[in-house]
């Protein structure tokens, strides 16, 4: 089975997200699912190799700051519609890091948490991103979650909770 690294944003922003994913997955009859970012996805390992290599990128992981960017929308299924997530030099090293350590190198990461899936048509996408608001937010993270890479959002379960190391 492959697994997916998560990074859930904490409250009130994951209930803020989770409505408004609610409400385009009612309006435009397409899956709810769990606000999440994925850091690294398609992971073709074991769950205990994976929880040992991710307890030590944790292990030296410090809280991560993260703030929402731009809505946006894409030609794929899992990015219909999605909040950028602010690039950041620690996001993205610990992208890099990720990738090194499961040996995913050629994997692109583009920050972002989906608002809509779907293969709808490009102008549903773009009417559903320009009717999202969301407050700009920021918010710290403080732990991985890892979760098997499967199509069912309704089979996304949290396999694993890893806490970062560094908490200062």
Known sequence: MQYSIWIIPPEPIFSQLKNVIKKLSEKYDSPIFEPHMTLLGNINQNLPDIEQKLTELASRTNKLELSLGPISFSATYFQSVFVRVNST????????????????ENKV?????SLLYGNHDMIIREKAALEVQLPLSSFVVNEFIVTPAIPDPNQWEHSLIISFGLKN
């Open 89 to 104: 030099a620690q996001l993205m090293q610990l992208n890099l890091d990720a990738k090194k350590l499961f040996n995913m």
């Open 109 to 113: 990461f583009m920050p972002h948490i």
